[in-house]
């Protein structure tokens, strides 16, 4: 089988970009900055933002504010607001986007896939009929027809 190039160039900025130092999950809210950083709704324990370096458009993240890797050290508040996020996420991107699906999980530990192990993150990945799976991401072979700000846009004011 001949392998096709696919023109992706956002994924360089992640590989070859400078890497922050200390813990991205918990600089971009202390900024407050949240559209700089794409951060489309903040609770009182957790946030919503947008991956910088989605599997596919509409890619969000919950994030707890506080910095924890241990799932099971999340305080009831925490859990219940990040489900509650997640409920919100789901009806934010079927209202933007009309997805045919949905992955929606947690990476615990880099055995596990978790890019950034040391600050929980839950993955809400919209789904589209006859869209691919994870293998191209991991082949850096994905096509992204929409630019992450103009995902920003789309999503902005369904948080409100």
Not at 21 to 33: I, L, R, Y
Not at 76 to 90: D, F, G, P, T
Request: aromatic share 10%.
């Amino acid at each position: 089988m001949t392998q096709k190039p696919i023109w992706a160039p956002w994924r360089l900025d992640y590989i070859l970009g400078p890497k922050e130092e200390g813990c991205v999950f918990c600089s971009m809210p202390e900024d407050n900055e949240d559209e700089k950083h794409h951060i489309l709704y903040r609770g009182k324990t957790c946030y919503v933002v947008l991956n910088l370096f989605p599997y596919n458009n509409g890619h969000l993240m919950v994030c707890p504010f506080r910095h924890l890797s241990d799932y099971t050290a999340l305080t009831s508040e925490e859990l219940s607001e990040s489900a509650q996020l997640q409920q919100k996420s789901i009806l934010a991107l079927k209202q933007a986007f009309r997805p045919d699906g949905f992955n929606v999980g947690l990476n615990l530990g880099s055995a596990a896939g978790a890019g950034i192990e040391e600050h929980l993150h839950l993955h809400i990945v919209p789904r589209w009929n006859g869209d691919f799976n994870f293998m191209p991401v991991i082949g850096q072979t994905k096509v992204m027809p929409q630019h992450l700000k103009s995902t920003y846009e789309a999503l902005a004011d369904k948080f409100r």
